[in-house]
């Protein structure tokens, strides 16, 4: 077991959770390293929000599913005999993840049914920060509770930063904040007497001038409604945040050889330690910093005769090789920061700029033996 | 090429993450002041927390929502949610007390936070502001503004504004603000909307359907521009002859960095072809920071205006 390989993860974990910003290939990472576990014999699930719609084609996917989609056998091990393992993958759809919540937590269906009916449910990931973010949360647990795949690979929701998805929960929580439902809460008159009623009258007036007069009134009815599933919805994110801070869980930040990288990284590491969840490393993502050893141009030129063009051609290989060289070099020294900052355990891989390879599911599984034998 | 983005009151510099916007637009914003204009450069982050990544390009001190002054001609402002909430109140609720009360109240601070929608609000009333501010003589204090949209896919947020808080809350003055702001960012004659992309097969699919999201909305794509656009050093017969050597020898050093160039120059055709603007194509420089940022602007060079246009001629 080599130090510098995710290997162990794919064998060992529950669950993986994928973080990074926004166009970094987080994404394909997370589908080539489900690829590599099923492979290697675990019953494997994606998780993904939103992925480029090519990679959906090359894993043979429909876009947005309501259940996972299993990949078909004779396409994950197309180029040997079948193993044991199986994939699937579930590009899951907000709106039908939050559905199905509101349709568990609710006392009695017609509960569900006013909730899901409400004029101001439809703009709720308007209204609502981190929507995305809380259903992939929640599908995370529901599947983890239902213990039907061993491995769990979780691609979080594209975002500024990598840690949005762990912010998610509070966000959704600051929206549920008591202040906030008091402000839109049913008029309790019996309990609080005259000045609350004062006080309720004083803000429904202004918040008739802010926001229109009929909003409030509405508010008041969703909240109302939604209210009864706030002790449900606090208790999942609590379940689920206990398992992500167990040792089977691990966090992978996906990274790309850009300046900004490093300082993400370490702010990435810090805050995970922060919070008491597992961190298990970098994947430098789209880079060169492998060598492949391959001969120089210069050695071309033996076979270029009297051709000018090819003699053209090879210099002109010449330049793009030292851009190579310069780039390769740049990327070795940042695998090599990031390998310096690593707490004991953590691993730091560099993962190959596969290019347009991708289109293919066997660009999947190449990404996915890269990743897995570091 | 970008000659029809001067005479506009704002441009609105849109792209995914990590495709070079925040450079492209301190550097739209240096070279229009260097042509005499003034300029207000204005960062909408979607938190307000961290550095501002687009004040230190320019060396702008980061003073949160207050414009500073960062040169003669520049100035730069991070706008906030929080800030245009405050002048919302103040200027939406009739009485005096009533604002004074509704400002003091935490809960509807915190609601005007926690919603999103609430806060593309907060975003674009300040916005409005600093764009229709004038001064004693009546003219406009900000005749250019460039906008640097945040790099999410809320990009267009401030766009689709309106359908969303419409529909929430049909009436009162929300309604009225964001309708006025829509009419702002539709108008062609007044806004500009420029598209950042790479030379990559997936950040050309995402500018590609960023442009027709822009055109659902009917926001004014006036241009796209493709960064870092790698040196092709071949001509079409050598590339033709290298490429007869490389399918017989194998792979060498550089073939890499060829195949790259290869994606990208498909990348381009692929861009061009798909989009109903002009695309101005930007080399890859070495450089970074504050000194790209003045390299690029040279490129721009936007006729000279004002003070810069008569000393010009004499």
């Not at chain 1, 299993?70 to 005999?81: H, K, M, S, W």
């Not at chain 2, 983005?5 to 990590?18: A, E, H, I, P």
């Amino acid at each position: 077991m080599s130090a510098r390989s995710l290997h162990p993860l794919l064998l060992d974990k529950r669950v993986l959770v994928l973080c990074g910003a926004g166009g970094v290939g987080k994404t394909t990472t997370a589908a080539a390293l489900g690829v590599a576990a099923a492979r290697a014999g675990r019953r494997v699930l994606v998780l993904t929000i939103d992925p480029a719609r090519r990679l959906a084609e090359a894993m043979g996917l429909p876009e947005n599913g309501p259940e996972p989609t299993p990949v078909p056998a004779e396409r994950l091990f197309a180029d040997g005999p079948p193993g044991p393992g199986q994939l699937d993958v579930w590009m899951l759809e907000p709106g039908i993840v939050f559905e199905r919540m509101i349709h568990r937590l609710a006392p009695t269906p017609e509960a569900a049914r006013a909730i899901i009916g409400h004029r101001i449910y439809d703009s709720l990931s308007e209204m609502v920060a981190g929507m995305q973010e809380y259903a992939a949360a929640e599908a995370l647990d529901d599947y983890l509770t239902r213990d039907r795949y061993e491995l769990i690979v979780l691609d979080t929701p594209p975002s500024r930063h990598a840690l949005d998805f762990l912010d998610a929960p509070g966000r959704l929580s600051r929206f549920l904040d008591e202040r906030i439902v008091s402000l839109f809460g049913p008029e309790e008159s019996s309990r609080r007497g005259r000045l609350w009623k004062g006080a309720q009258a004083l803000v429904g007036r202004v918040l008739d001038g802010v926001f229109g007069a009929g909003f409030v009134g509405e508010m008041r009815g969703f909240v109302g409604a939604f209210g009864g599933l706030f002790a449900g919805i606090r208790l999942h994110t609590e379940r689920l945040r206990a398992r992500l801070a167990s040792p089977d869980a691990a966090f992978l930040l996906v990274t790309s050889p850009e300046s900004a990288a490093l300082h993400e990284a370490a702010f990435f590491r810090d805050t995970l330690r922060e919070r008491g969840l597992p961190f298990a490393g970098y994947v430098l993502n789209r880079s060169w910093a492998r060598d492949d050893a391959l001969a120089s141009p210069e050695a071309l030129l033996e076979h270029v005769g009297d051709d000018t063009h090819a003699e053209h051609g090879v210099a002109a290989l010449s330049r793009l090789a030292a851009t190579e060289d310069a780039r390769a070099e740049s990327h070795r020294a940042l695998l090599a920061r990031l390998s310096e900052q690593l707490p004991t355990g953590a691993i730091a891989v560099a993962a190959p700029d596969a290019g347009a390879e991708l289109e293919e599911f066997s660009g999947l599984v190449r990404l996915g033996n890269a990743l897995a034998v570091g | 090429m970008l000659a029809a983005l001067w005479d506009k009151r704002t441009l609105l510099v849109s792209g995914k993450g990590g495709v070079g916007k925040t450079t492209l637009s301190a550097a739209l914003a240096v070279a229009a002041v260097r042509s005499g204009r003034t300029v207000l450069l204005a960062e909408l982050a979607p938190d307000e927390g961290g550095p501002s990544s687009l004040g230190a390009l320019v060396g702008a001190r980061d003073a949160g929502p207050k414009v500073t002054k960062v040169r003669p001609g520049l100035h730069f402002v991070r706008l906030a949610a929080s800030a245009g909430h405050r002048h919302f109140l103040q200027d939406s609720l009739p009485l005096r007390w009533l604002a004074e009360a509704a400002l003091r109240s935490r809960a509807l601070h915190r609601f005007l936070e926690a919603v999103p929608a609430l806060r593309e609000m907060g975003l674009l009333y300040q916005m409005l502001a600093l764009v229709r501010r004038t001064r004693p003589d009546g003219r406009f204090e900000f005749p250019l503004c460039i906008i640097d949209l945040p790099a999410t896919g809320h990009a267009l947020a401030m766009a689709a504004l309106p359908r969303t808080v419409l529909t929430v809350m049909p009436g009162g003055p929300i309604g009225r603000i964001v309708r006025e702001g829509l009419d702002l960012l539709q108008d062609p004659a007044r806004t500009a909307v420029l598209l950042t992309s790479l030379p990559e097969p997936l950040p050309v699919s995402e500018a590609l359907s960023l442009a027709s999201e822009l055109a659902r909305l009917e926001l004014p794509l006036a241009a796209a521009v493709l960064n870092r656009m790698p040196e092709d050093p071949f001509t079409p017969e050598s590339r033709a002859a290298l490429q007869r050597l490389l399918d017989t020898h194998g792979p060498h050093r550089g073939t890499r960095a060829m195949a790259q160039l290869e994606r990208a120059r498909a990348a381009q055709a692929r861009l061009a072809a798909g989009l109903h603007a002009p695309l101005l194509t930007l080399p890859e420089v070495s450089a970074t920071g504050p000194e790209l940022v003045e390299r690029l602007a040279d490129v721009f060079a936007p006729p000279l205006q004002g003070t810069a246009a008569r000393e010009a001629l004499l």
